[in-house]
């Protein structure tokens, strides 16, 4: 049963991808087909615990099942706008360079993969946390009458920072796994990483071109303390994964004016708010520039459509923990206030992270390079910018967020050294997305692709 | 007048493609960039302490490829797992147990063999659900108290919160609240 519901799941996501364009190319479209499909799932699970539907595997099925059917007659009514050309994924234009590093790519992520499937969960946040919380909600089948929520058995649920308010979508995928028969709930993340690098890899080729794509994928894969965060159970890398896929497609609306793109976009930022609640620093600042474009196009459609994908999962989700108490002690700081200390402690922490190469490896260090050789291009055409202030808007965003924060459960030595380090994952695959796909890389890299070409004349 | 095709293989006026020189090319260039990297990324701690990383955990992953869960947790998680997977075996489903507290885990007079996160009730649920966990700083206000049936010990702590005497004390244990 656990196969087909992973099945299921994933033709959902393809379903749902699809009804958005049937443009995206068949690549981008498997990548995201997994993702999405969680997405969905956590919704209808969020869904059906409020109408009171037992979270038990027929009634998910029957729901995933009953949701794809929908999604598959919306696809016959619209049967004729057929995608203009399928493109299938080809050898064509392939190099040496290319292939090198996707048999690098294949090879790490398989030992990745089976090093994700082999071990049991074992890391502390996530046994203190979403693994258990998902493993009893596929017991009890339910998230909110869940026992460990209730304040006489866990006297301490309602105290600052508590696993009470973490957003819902890591421990209800591991519900569902748990709910399905898995032993343990470690499918989910080796899938979501394996999916994410399709997803990554497609969509980056559609800037920087498949060689570019590769170097960019490969790199990510490699980041030293991401890579061994993937094959745990924590949040954060599954965070990392829409948030930073949201803001590439943000960044591709504003290269290619395709819609789909825009409409995508709102969809992964939807669902990046579902796995941490932080990940509104995403949406906030693509969201604030995709209104400055709206404002100056005079076309607000496309930005409201997207905005609406983009706001309403966190908004349910802020309903149904309101609806069913699922609160704890407020850990923010409402007020402005200045502490220099305070200020320049996370200044400093942060410093030494974005320059620690052994955690990151080289993807702050070439981010830099290569916004230097690109800055000519940057200020003559504004190459690349909607990206580079995606990243400064929301990392501005989320300094600010960490400094209006009462740390009353940790310290804040302990929040930056652990929680941060952890956070910075999103930002990886857009630094390395920038790398490769601004104008100057991207030059390099056709120029590359044209002198290795094998099967064509130049 | 019908156009001529030009296929993209052969445009007109120029040579055929020789392939084996293209592939002789790209090998020297695949070469070259694959030894460069190689060697600038050995000059960074992260990249071979991630690569080392995945394979050593592949060459024990194919030493031990039939292990059960059990053993997984118990390779991960020592002694923390070993000792939930006792109260787990040793009690049944609706037992409601009065749980160490953080101090009987890691007594301050004597070394323990804990190294994870035991003491924490939702980590140690992880194991031990659906049996109920009762703290000791809980027995004055927890509903679950009067309902207590069996009582851990652990580091040779926790027999006073028994209201029999046992003879033979083990070091860890569980024993019923009635002999």
Known sequence: MLYVGIFLTFILG??????????????????????????????????????????????????????????????????????????????????LVWLLFIIAVVCLEYMNFSKCLYFPPSDRDSLAGFETIGYIVAQEHTLKGLSIFNVAYMPGIHSAASYITYAPLVQLSYAYVYALGAETSKIIPALMYLFFLIAFYAATSRAAGKTGAAIATFFVLLTPEMLAFSSLSMTNVIHAIFASLGVIYMALWF???????????????????????????????????????????????????SALLALVPLLGWTLYTKINGLEAESIAITHPFLDTEKAATILTHLWQLYTNTTLYGWSFAVFLLAFLVNLWFLIQRKDSLSVLLAIALSSVFYLFIIYQIDYKWDSIENVLLYSVKRFLFCFIPMVWYFSVSNHASALLFRKLEQFLRIDQAR | MKKKKHTPSQPTGQPPVNYLSRIAKNLLFAFLLGFLLFKAMENNAGYPWAYNMLTSNMKLIRANPHLTLKEKNEMKLGTDFAYLWFLKEATPENAVILYPSTEDFYPPDKPSPFKQEVQNKIWALRFLYPRLLVLPSEMETSPYAPEITHVAIVNGRGYERLDYPVEHKQEHGILPVKP
């Open chain 1, 14 to 95: 393809l379903a749902f991808v699809h009804c958005l364009s049937a443009d995206f190319s068949p690549v981008e479209k498997i990548g995201l087909a997994f993702p999405l499909g969680i997405g969905l799932l956590v919704v209808l699970m969020l869904l059906a615990d409020q109408v009171g539907i037992p979270l038990r595997p027929m009634p998910l099925l029957l729901g995933e099942a009953l949701l794809l059917t929908t999604l598959l007659l919306f696809l016959y009514g619209r049967r004729r706008n057929r995608p203009k050309e399928i493109s299938l994924p080809s050898l064509k234009n392939t190099n």
């Open chain 1, 255 to 305: 290269r290619e004016r395709e819609k789909k793109d825009l409409i995508l976009c709102g969809a992964l930022l939807g669902i990046n708010t579902l796995c941490r609640t932080e990940g509104i620093v995403f949406t906030a600042a693509v969201l604030l520039l995709l209104f400055i474009d709206a404002f100056r196009r005079k076309g607000y459609k496309g930005f409201l459509q």
